[in-house]
Structures are given as structure tokens and as C-alpha cells.
């Protein structure tokens, strides 16, 4: 059945593009393009190719009530990332109506599987794909909530995961904290762990998590809460937290009280140039670290509690 949606128009500088894309995701866009090209899919676009100045996002919501207040919303946050994105200029954006017949089925050409590590694949529900032996498929499509396996953020924790899980001992219990799309607390699951911990104070992440879940047949093994952080309990082998430098630093005590001996703190969501910020947080907590990793403008930071 045809749906209609609305589509947000946006100005934003070049360079801020990968952070304004993430929070119109956390309020529910289910799908961006940026000058015709599409962002978070499964093949990454080149940098290197992106042009300079200011471009045009659009940004499709589903349609219904309140479209004004979800604008007041973006406008909001497009306010609170001025302040990290040189150029940004806070407006309310145009909005339009759109058939889903326009844009929607179209994305499928721009979707392929895609390797992450050495087992892990993340692949669209319409794609045939035939695994190898040990692969560990995830089947995700884009759009809903933050998370497709390529941004830069995602396939690092992704790839921290795979490798924790060729360890020994593997990880049993996770937390994952800012679920998103539920993509990383998935392919723990899939990896092997026995129970996962997913928390989004987003509701349509929650929603699309589950239903992610559901999908990939782990939902006997992960729980998606909307529950704050500072409101679960338990101790986990690892702890997961995809989100914004400075989430990362306010969050630092109880991410930490959440981490069982042994386990490993993996920090995503960082820009380059906020390492040194996160790292000097952390330095007062008396964990093993820090390792980096980086993809593109993007750092991963894990670090382990003594056992």
C-alpha cells in the first residue's frame, strides 16, 4: 500500500553532514539524501568525493500529525550542533510531501551485503546471499533507526565485536547502550552471546530494534528497554556505547559500574578530534587502555577492567 512521507529540506555544511544525519536519525528519519547521493547504506560513499561548501540534506519522516513540532524538534537539535559544526546555521527546514513510490523503493539498487571482520555479514532482507562457512549474517534494511553497519562508527563497534568473539573466553553478557537499529546488540547475539542488554531512550529506536530482533530470530537472547542507563542493572562482559563524544564522557561512571571484571568498555561515536577529550576522561577510572581504531573522521576507543 502507497504511504506518504514528509521530507525535510536542510542547509548544512559538508563537514557536518555524518552528525546531522545521526540526530535527525535518533528523532525518527527514516532515510536521508544529500545531493542525490545517499547516505548510511551499505556502500559507504568516498569522502574524498564529497564536495565543499554547504549541502542540501533531505530528510524523509513518516506523515501524520505533529510535523510541526518534529520541525521545532530538528531545529533543536541543528541549535545544539552549531556548536560542533563550523558554518551550521539553525533553521526550521522546508517540508514537503512525498509518495513512498518516489524514493522509498528505490533505494533497493543502492544496497548490497557487506563484510565486517572476519565472520560478520550485514546484508538487506530482499538481497540472496549465500554464506561461507562461519559467516555470521545479520539481516538489516536501512531506513528506521540509526545503524546500517557502514557508517563509520557502526563498523567499528562491529568490528571490535568480531573480534572479541574469536576470544577466549567469548563474551556472554552484553550491554549496548543507544541501541539505534539494534545492529550491534544483533550480531552479539549472532556472534554468541547469551544474553544482550539493549537500551534507547528513542522510542522508534526501541520499536525498530525489536522488530529487528524479531527478524533476525535473537529475540529470545536480546532485551531492547527504553529504561535509562542509570536506571539498568547488572554486570556485563562487554559494554557498548555507540554515541557522541560527550554522551561518552557524562555517561563515564555508569557505563563503568556496569563493566564486570574482565570486561571490555568499547566507545564509539567519537570524532578524531574529541579523543583526546574522551581518553583524558577515562584516565581517572584506572582501566587498561586505551586501544584506538579509526575509519575515516571516526575513533573507537575500548578499554578493559582488570579481572
Known amino acids: 500500500m502507497s504511504r ?47 564536495p565543499a561548501g554547504d549541502l542540501v540534506i533531505k530528510a524523509y519522516f513518516p506523515e501524520g500529525e505533529g510535523l510541526e513540532p518534529l520541525r521545532r524538534q530538528v531545529l533543536d537539535r541543528l541549535t545544539w550542533l552549531a556548536n560542533l559544526v563550523p558554518g551550521l546555521t539553525p533553521a526550521l527546514p522546508e517540508v514537503s510531501r512525498v509518495a513512498q513510490e ?44 540509526f545503524g546500517t553497519g557502514t557508517h563509520g ?3 567499528l563497534c562491529l568490528e571490535a565485536l568480531d573480534r572479541l568473539f574469536d576470544g577466549a573466553p567469548a563474551p556472554q553478557r552484553i550491554l549496548d547502550v543507544g541501541t539505534g ?25 526501541v520499536q525498530c530494534a525489536r522488530e529487528n530482533a524479531l527478524r533476525n530470530r535473537v ?4 532485551e531492547v528497554t527504553g529504561e535509562p542507563l542509570e536506571a ?4 556485563f562482559h562487554a559494554v557498548i556505547a ?15 559500574r556496569r563493566l564486570a571484571p574482565g570486561g571490555t568498555l568499547i566507545l564509539s561515536g567519537i570524532l578524531v578530534e574529541k579523543e583526546p577529550e574522551v581518553i583524558e576522561a577515562f584516565s581517572r577510572y584506572g582501566l587498561s587502555g586505551p586501544e584506538v581504531h579509526r575509519q575515516q573522521e571516526w575513533s573507537c576507543i575500548l578499554y578493559r577492567q582488570e579481572g
Do not use: Y
Open 4 to 50: 506518504n512521507w514528509a521530507e525535510m529540506r536542510i542547509q548544512v555544511p559538508a563537514a557536518g553532514v555524518d552528525l546531522v544525519c545521526h540526530e535527525l536519525a535518533e528523532l525518527g528519519c527514516d532515510g536521508v539524501c544529500v545531493e542525490e547521493r545517499k547516505l548510511d547504506t551499505f556502500v559507504a560513499p568516498d569522502p574524498d568525493e564529497m
Open 102 to 145: 518516489d524514493w522509498a523503493e528505490g533505494w533497493k539498487q543502492h544496497f548490497s551485503a557487506v563484510r565486517i571482520g572476519r565472520r560478520l555479514v550485514v546484508k538487506p532482507s530482499w538481497e540472496a546471499f549465500s554464506p561461507a562457512p562461519g559467516d555470521v549474517v545479520v539481516t538489516l534494511d536501512p531506513g528506521m533507526a
Open 153 to 155: 562508527t557502526t563498523r
Open 181 to 205: 537499529s539494534g545492529i550491534l546488540a544483533i550480531a552479539a547475539a549472532a556472534l554468541g552471546a547469551g544474553r544482550v542488554l539493549a537500551c534507547d531512550i528513542e522510542e522508534a529506536a
Open 219 to 222: 529475540e529470545d537472547r536480546v
Open 232 to 235: 539498568l542493572e547488572g554486570s
Open 242 to 256: 555507540n554515541i557522541l563524544a560527550e554522551e561518552n564522557i557524562r555517561l563515564a561512571p555508569e557505563l563503568i
